[in-house]
């Protein structure tokens, strides 16, 4: 993975981040301008607009006087709307875009102090039902998925983070050797172990039937070469790997911030204070984790055909095939 300086081209260019994708800071700035949430108060009418001014492009009919800022500007809205495959219309609260602004709030109750077996299993149970939606939203859908896949990946991702964040309340309740004051610390830090360990299960569960339909694989001109299920499996790997790191900062970065913050004069004089804080930096944390996270691999993954079945090394003549991670 590198880690060179981006480079930004200004000339627009149909269906391609404006970023380089070959660097890590070039998928950071790219996928910053992907979680933009000014982009979910574009209505259907702008939407339509700016998908026929793209087609508009790709005909070479372009009205006058639109410049390259109006067509980057008019892809990002569509990229960061519409799925990239089937080209439906995802769900506000479920796209990229909304990750942060519908997912901040839920962080915040997953960081709650004193939680309750019961608030835990909600905020638990809350947090991957919403993971679980943008998971489908947002999954490499160039194959269908049954609802009964849908269904049994979602039970088994909420019953894994509910079971682990009650299991670690539970020993930490039994524990008799921890002060009050080290058990209310190292209470904020169970959501961290629940949630990355079910974030992964979730993303497995909910996208496993790739693994047996397979996705499809293009060569470098977006001709689809066959349906592969190594790249599934390739793909479901990348996108665990960003769903273990993602809740690392999130969960992590505010209870440090907090324990120190309640010690101050402020909080102690103005304890109402304390949930509008924990929302402040829970935002922050999301507002960074999430880019970095899914810049660990590019959205356009790469495979070596070697590294793919026999059937579709010979039906093509490409060293390297490409295909939609999903994010």
Request: charged share 20%; glycine share 4%.
């Amino acid at each position: 993975m590198a880690f060179t300086i981006a480079t930004m081209t200004d000339d627009f260019v149909l269906d391609s981040p404006r970023h380089d994708q070959s660097t890590f800071s070039g998928r950071f700035l790219h996928f910053l301008n992907v979680i933009d949430p000014r982009t979910l108060f574009t209505s259907d009418k702008v939407l339509q607009e700016y998908v026929g001014l793209l087609d508009q492009y790709k005909q070479g009919n372009l009205p006058p006087g639109v410049t390259s800022d109006d067509l980057w500007r008019a892809q990002k809205a569509k990229q960061a709307i519409l799925h990239p495959d089937t080209g439906d219309k995802i769900p506000m609260p479920f796209r990229m875009a909304g990750f942060v602004p519908f997912g901040a709030p839920i962080v915040v109750g997953l960081l709650l102090p004193n939680q309750t077996l019961l608030s835990t299993t909600f905020w638990q149970w809350l947090n991957q039902s919403h993971n679980a939606c943008v998971n489908y939203c947002n999954r490499n859908a160039s194959q269908s998925t049954t609802t009964k896949d849908v269904l049994l990946g979602y039970t088994g991702a909420v019953s894994s983070a509910v079971g682990i964040a009650l299991g670690l309340n539970i020993l930490l309740k039994k524990s008799t050797k921890l002060k009050p004051v080290t058990r209310k610390l190292v209470q904020r830090f169970i959501p961290f172990p629940a949630v990355a360990v079910a974030s992964v299960c979730n993303v497995v569960l909910m996208r496993h039937s790739e693994l047996q339909t397979g996705i499809q694989v293009t060569d470098k001109n977006d001709n689809v070469v066959g349906i592969s299920r190594k790249a599934a499996k390739k793909a479901l790997m990348e996108t665990a790997a960003t769903r273990a790191f993602l809740p690392a900062p999130i969960l992590l970065i505010p209870p440090v911030l907090m324990s120190m913050v309640e010690r101050t004069s402020f909080l102690r004089k103005y304890p109402r204070m304390n949930l509008p804080a924990q929302f402040i930096f829970a935002t922050a944390s999301f507002s960074l984790a999430l880019p970095l996270a899914i810049a660990l691999f590019p959205q356009k993954s790469q495979i070596n055909s070697d590294d793919l079945e026999e059937e579709l090394r010979e039906k093509t003549t490409e060293k390297v095939l490409f295909y939609n991670k999903g994010l």
